[in-house]
């Protein structure tokens, strides 16, 4: 059984914490999110993430334990400062 967290329209979502343990595999949804400035999903089995790339304002990126293969978008986030590096456990 796979749990999928998604937005569908436009939030002022500035924080996103999650460490379901295994139960969340997908986020979609991020374009919605142009204001996410720290995001933090660990120890969740995440496989995939969809719309990263609208997170312009993203500072602080947390990944770590999970299965992801590939992140998409990550390259145009100029103001990440805390992030591949803490995606230990990850596939990437």
């Given at each position: 059984?796979?749990?999928?967290t998604s937005?569908s ?5 500035e924080?996103l914490?999650?460490d ?8 979609t949804?991020?374009l919605c ?5 720290s995001l933090?999903v660990s120890?969740?089995?995440l496989?995939?993430m969809?719309g ?9 990126l947390?990944?770590?334990s999970?299965?992801?293969m590939e992140i998409t978008?990550?390259?145009g ?9 803490y995606?230990?456990?990850s596939?990437?």
């Amino acid at each position: 059984m796979s749990r999928q967290t998604s937005t569908s329209r436009s939030v002022a979502l500035e924080a996103l914490s999650s460490d379901s343990q295994g139960k969340m595999t997908e986020i979609t949804g991020l374009l919605c999110c142009d204001e996410l400035q720290s995001l933090w999903v660990s120890e969740c089995k995440l496989r995939q993430m969809s719309g990263l790339c609208a997170c312009t304002n993203l500072i602080n990126l947390h990944l770590s334990s999970n299965s992801i293969m590939e992140i998409t978008g990550i390259k145009g986030l100029t103001n990440l400062q805390v992030g591949l590096e803490y995606m230990y456990g990850s596939q990437i």
